[in-house]
């Protein structure tokens, strides 16, 4: 018969493949993983040099333009207030603004109503740039009053220069601008201080978003500009231009990622974000332009960032799997090629193990480990041979010896009294016992007998176990039987015991004892107790005043005994410490409190009945561990005879 079966048996090769293999892969797994992630850092910390590099040159084409602005503007804003008696010049001077400057779109000059009282109401030179040729005009009108627009009175109220949040102009009377424009705004003043006008120089927001634009880090990047609102001047989709802020989206779908670089940004903060925009994860670098409230950033997808360092992962990952699939298959021919004699090797040690020890191992000459495992597999299997044939004789010897100590056992149980009820004659007398060895034979004993109305009653426990004990028990029984027929006390019983077992102890053998008399008429009890445990009378520990030694230890020795008067109608237990220190798989012991709990509940129980749920009480504490120690127990109880 087969060890097992053949079709539930895995291919030592194909484990030592896949076990190789495994290893490899974990290997592989950590050594990429450190890679990739090391990979992954450099990428993302070159895309935030790269992006913020290209962030900071925007920045820095923006701000040139808005310093040639801020230039244009203050290079030309002393001529005005100069020639002030001459209001035809300022047509002069905001066309060659615009003639210097072709990037600007238009150029105002524009003063308080009435200043020039014989221009009338409105006096506003404006130039503007059209992209083929410049036109000058007066451009206040009924319709369009200039001296109440945001460009006109935000640096006349702050009283400097301001950039203005992009506005569309419109002047049905006179030329304007088609397009989104910012203005920067500069008052001009008179000799005395006082406020006459302001001078505006207009740039088209669309060529600025074509600037700021063209710069994309990655192919899928763009920029966005917002101003000191949150209005976006720059952004991919021209619907949120002028009617959204960075914030608008959030109000529908908090985002406290959207939210953090919104504020970021309107602070004038500079830095990086990383958020979703789209669904799609996104690195966001920002940075304020300057003094004019605005800020410039640049949206990188990190689908752009990391295009590249995923294509490169999924190839390097297909390559990795390829290979450990190549490595399994390599590693399996050849193994399995190198350990075919040892699957043949097996078939025959299984066919030995079945049985046939006379099969012959297939021969191989090899030196290495299988050549090894050949001859040690022949050398077992001549050792079993003869193992088994000593094995035999062993089991037969075996036999016989158990046969021994079962006869043996029997002769013990023989020798004490068996048969309950004990005096069936009797009605004032309810006694009844138990003797459970550990092994085949024990060291316990107990022995009772009725004697001229006094029942002699003892329990002993030998010291060791076994054999040697159990001759020990046979020898100190026989003597309490004949030295107490004899009519001796308690203490005297002991003393002959004693002086009888003492002589020619080589082995230093011993056995405590407690050996009681009590007078059936009268209920007066005498007893001595050798060394042993004390007895439970009614639920309590009887207190001994005289302990006395074990028998068997001293041969002089005298022992002393001790008395009560009526004992009558109260439950003895008298045992050995097979009972209190039975212990349970965690060798924990019963102890002496739950013995007195059980004597309690059973206060009125029979003997029988007593004995019985002391011995279920060891057995349920064992829980099934063997016993550590022979039990006896031995449960007495005179009755007032009633008839």
């Known amino acids: 018969m087969n060890i097992q079966n053949n079709k539930n048996r895995k291919s030592l090769s194909t484990m030592l493949s896949i076990w190789i293999v495994l290893f490899a892969a974990v290997i592989f797994l950590i050594s990429l993983a450190y890679l990739f992630y090391e990979s992954r850092r450099a990428v993302r910390d070159e895309a935030i040099n790269r992006a913020t590099q290209v962030l900071d040159n925007t920045v820095q084409r923006v701000n040139n333009i808005l310093d040639r602005v801020e230039t244009a503007t203050n290079n030309t804003s002393w001529l005005p207030v100069r020639h002030l008696d001459a209001p035809d010049s300022m047509f002069v001077y905001s066309r060659r603004i615009l003639v210097n400057n072709p990037d600007l779109n238009g150029c105002s000059i524009a003063f308080e109503p009435y200043y020039f009282s014989n221009r009338g109401k409105y006096f506003s030179a404006f130039s ?91 192919p899928n990047s763009y920029s966005i500009m917002i101003g000191s609102g949150g209005t976006y001047f720059v952004h991919p989709d021209t619907t949120k231009l002028f009617y959204e802020t960075i914030l608008t989206e959030t109000l529908v779908n908090p985002d406290s990622d959207r939210i953090a670089l919104g504020h970021a940004m309107l602070n004038g903060e500079e830095g990086m974000r990383e958020l979703k925009v789209n669904d799609e994860n996104c690195y966001v670098f920002y940075k304020p332009l300057g003094a004019t409230g605005w800020s410039v950033a640049i949206v990188c997808p990190a689908s752009d960032i990391f295009g590249g360092y995923n294509r490169l992962y999924r190839a390097v990952i297909c390559i990795v799997i390829l290979g ?217 520990f009887m207190h001994l005043e005289y302990a006395n030694l074990p028998l068997g230890l001293w041969e002089d020795y005298t022992f002393t005994g001790e008395s009560l008067d009526d004992f009558r109608d109260k439950q003895l237990l008298v045992y050995t410490d097979g009972l209190n220190e039975a212990e349970d798989r965690d060798h924990k012991e019963l102890g002496n409190d739950a013995v007195l709990n059980i004597m309690k509940e059973n206060a009125a129980n029979t003997s029988r009945e007593v004995i019985d749920s002391l011995i279920a009480s060891v057995e349920a504490h064992r829980n099934g561990a063997d016993p550590n120690d022979d039990l006896t127990l031995l449960c007495l109880k005179l009755l007032v005879n009633n008839d």
């Open 324 to 540: 450990l699939i190549l490595m399994l298959y390599v590693f399996s021919r050849t193994i399995r090629r190198k350990l075919q004699p040892l699957k043949q090797l097996a078939l025959q040690a299984e066919t030995i193990a079945s049985g046939r020890f006379d099969v012959d191992l297939p021969y191989e000459e090899r030196n290495d480990e299988i050549g090894q495992l050949r001859e040690s597999f022949g050398y077992m299997q001549h050792s079993l041979v003869k193992y088994i044939d000593e094995l035999k004789e062993t089991t037969a010897s075996k036999a016989a010896i158990e046969n021994e100590l079962k006869v043996a056992s029997d002769i013990q149980m023989s020798m004490v009294p068996r048969i309950f009820p004990a005096f069936p004659n009797r009605n004032d007398i309810d006694l009844h016992a138990s003797m459970t060895p550990a092994k085949e034979v024990g060291g316990d004993l107990y022995d009772f007998f009725v004697q001229n109305e006094k029942l002699y009653f003892c329990v002993g426990d030998v010291s060791g176990k076994g054999i040697p004990a159990s001759l020990f028990m046979a020898v100190t029984r026989n003597l309490f039987r004949i030295i107490a027929q004899q009519g001796h006390t308690p203490e005297e019983i002991a003393t002959h015991i004693n002086m009888f077992l003492s002589k020619d102890n080589s082995r230093g053998m011993f056995v405590t004892m407690f050996i009681g008399m009590a007078d059936l008429k009268t209920g007066h009890l005498d007893y001595c107790n050798c060394g042993h445990n004390p007895p439970v009378l009614d639920g309590e």
């Open 128 to 218: 503007y740039n059209n992209g083929d040729t410049i036109q000058t005009a007066q451009e206040g009108n009924e319709y369009y009053e200039y001296f109440v627009m945001d460009w006109y009175q935000q640096c006349k109220l702050l009283d400097r220069p301001v950039w203005t949040e992009p506005f569309m102009d419109y002047n049905p009377n006179c030329i304007y601008s088609k397009d989104m424009i910012a203005s920067y705004c500069k008052p001009m003043k008179d000799k005395s201080g006082q406020y006459i006008g302001t001078i505006s120089v207009d740039i088209s927001l669309s060529w600025l978003s074509k600037t700021i634009s063209s710069v994309k880090p990655y």
